[in-house]
């Protein structure tokens, strides 16, 4: 099975079919997909200008859209080092059982679904790279009362989320499932009042 970098190799390779290098992209999703492979695989074709189901995209922007996933991809790894180096440090000195920040990274395992958009359709508009960026300072701040990536105030309860966690809080500005460390109990609590408030 080839690994994220060969199919990378794949998507850059003008020799390869168009059509192959279409798939490489889409297989590239499978090792990395921030939004999940749907709604990162709509995010890509927006940004770089081809249509989801555009069967022959030009092959300028299919590299294009691979650059964006790799910039992202780069800013997750990173993230990853750091944390590995935070447990050493933590479990060295004592610090066995992990915190709530844990418990979502370990949900988010390789960086798919980091945040998990449950609508294909509705994603952040900015740089997956810069999206990332935002949500990992999030996490190693204190708590807040608004959605991380677009400052969005509307957290919407879901239930019937098609991702783990099955249940929480959603932005309904850029489509997010915003990680529960992020916020402090009195939004997630706002949060599931107002799902009790629309289900009533």
Partial sequence: ??????????VRDPRCDLALRRYSLRKCLERFAPYGHRATWDHLCSRAGFGPEDRSPDPARLVAALEELEEARAVWLA?????????????????????SVDDWRRMTWGGFGVAWCDDPRVHPREPLAEVLRRLIAALERA??????VCDGERLDWRDDLDHEPSAGPVC?????????????????GAARRGRLLMSA
């Fill in 1 to 10: 099975m080839a690994g994220f970098r060969s199919l990378a190799r794949q």
């Fill in 79 to 99: 993230y990853e080092v750091e944390f590995a180096e935070r447990r050493r440090k933590e479990k060295h000195d004592g610090l066995r059982r992990p915190g």
């Fill in 143 to 148: 708590p807040g009362s608004c959605c991380p």
């Fill in 172 to 188: 309904a500005d850029c489509g997010i499932l915003v990680p529960r460390p992020v916020l402090t109990p009195g939004a997630l």
